[in-house]
């Protein structure tokens, strides 16, 4: 079983920069792919970006491509968001998630769910 923590969500203005984590309690944390999802109101919650269990590769949402860095560290047992040029439609709810395999892009990929942090940019 893998327990994950969110933090670093926020209210920030359009532009604006926030930097998400993710800790997480196992063993075996190392061994799977991580990821980064969100959730607006009224929407599905959708795929933002994905890092590879050794962080070799990673993957992002078009439109998150050049703002957002996905990063982990295995050592501590972490999984980051540096979100960079924050706008208005990056509003949602962010959920980071432990995949069943080394890497997954979608949503049934993923076996753990964090409880999720609010990140709200204004204009």
């Known amino acids: 079983q893998v327990q994950l923590v969110e933090s670093g969500g926020g209210l920030v203005q359009a532009g604006d920069s926030l930097r998400l984590s993710c800790t997480a309690s196992?063993?075996?944390?190392?061994?799977?792919?991580g990821g980064w999802f969100r959730q607006a109101p009224g929407k599905e919650r959708e795929f933002v970006a994905a890092?590879?269990?050794?962080?070799?590769?990673?993957y992002y949402t078009d439109s998150v491509k050049g703002r957002f860095t996905i990063s982990r560290d295995n050592a501590k047992i972490s999984l980051h968001l540096q979100m960079d040029s924050l706008k208005v439609e990056d509003t949602a709810v962010y959920y980071c998630a432990v995949a069943k395999t080394l890497l997954a892009t979608t949503l049934t990929g993923y076996k753990y769910w964090g409880q999720g942090t609010q990140v709200t940019v204004s204009s």
């Open positions: 196992g063993p075996t944390f190392s061994m799977f792919g």
């Open positions: 890092i590879s269990g050794d962080g070799a590769f990673a």
